[in-house]
């Protein structure tokens, strides 16, 4: 018997979900790509195996760095202004974003405070940091003197003492605020595993390791589902534009850095697997579902890549030319390099 929670989710995301196309639009948009809409086609005499030729997705995947055929949505200014946020790949990104000339309002190597206490690998991280930087509160009770040192479980650490770690969250608050200045907010989902704190009702970007064994009845971790990431997402979006205008354009990508571990019980591949497929479908439906929001896939731009091309030794960090390329296909994209749009923002 199907559970009643299960059955309204699937009654809920069924009556929001579905993409519908005429058959018109469907065939129109298999003769218009072309061979880019096919992985493969039958080859004559040979019943054990297709034939992938020219630009066809067969013949695409794992050649050096793989080369995608974006179709945005919508085009950004030639001098548009980047805030990113999100998972470890997310500072990648900026990073390279940064070094490509584009201007980029988040973390950049001028600051005074490292790029790894950006990391937020959660939507409900990234949600909290710029929660934290609309209200300017910031909750102490997440500030813990731990063996490492201080630690705010819902940020990243450690800290030298509790006010250290305060004033580098004030600082983070600080610099989201920059959001309201930004064209376009990219946004790179992680993961689904996320620990959860019941004293102070956070949930947390990175496991409380140096507390757990402690505090076992203080927190659990949670597996987060699809209704929740598609829930949490569409908030961030909604608040960002509350405070940043209706005018800011989002786009929503999928880190292609796996787990490092899982506390889910599975396989870290099977855990891994279900956590991008999980927010790849997220990304897309809240992509879908508004105009001003856009799916990039930097996710499969990397995972159908030559590994040994895309990948360190590790398996799990992206090598900086396959972050130089990505960056490069979404500049080719999304930016208006004949000047025909112009900046909406202004500076406050």
Known sequence: MVSSRYHRLRTDSAAR?????????????LRRLGDVARWSVPEPGNTESDVASGSMGGARVYEDFLDLEVKPKF???????????????????ELAFYQAGIPVLSWTPELDIENQFFHRYNTFSILGDFRGAFSGEFDERLAMETP??????????????????????RRIFDVHKNVRQADVLVVTLGLIEVWYDKATDAYLNIAPSEVLAANLSRYELCVTDYEDNFRALKSLIGEVRKWA?????????????????????????????????????????????????????????????????????????VRPEMVAHIVKTFSSAYLDRDGTEQHTRQAS
Request: charged content about 25%; proline content about 5%; hydrophobic content about 40%.
């Open 17 to 29: 979900s579905v993409r519908r196309l005429s058959a018109r639009e469907a065939v129109s948009g």
């Open 75 to 93: 085009k950004l200014p030639s001098s548009a202004r980047l805030f990113a946020s999100g998972s470890c790949f997310a500072r990648e990104l």
């Open 148 to 169: 490492a040192g201080w630690m705010d479980y819902t940020s990243y650490g450690p800290f030298r003492s509790k006010e250290e770690l305060i004033a580098s969250r």
């Open 245 to 317: 205008g209706d005018q800011l354009k989002v786009v929503v990508t999928v880190s292609p850095v796996p787990l490092s571990a899982t506390f889910s019980g599975f396989d870290v591949v099977q855990a891994n697997t279900l956590s991008k497929s999980t927010l790849r479908a997220v990304a897309q439906e809240v992509a879908d579902d508004d105009d001003g929001v856009d799916y990039f896939p930097s996710f499969e731009s990397v995972m159908y890549s030559d590994p040994s091309a895309a990948w360190r030794s590790d398996r799990r960090h």
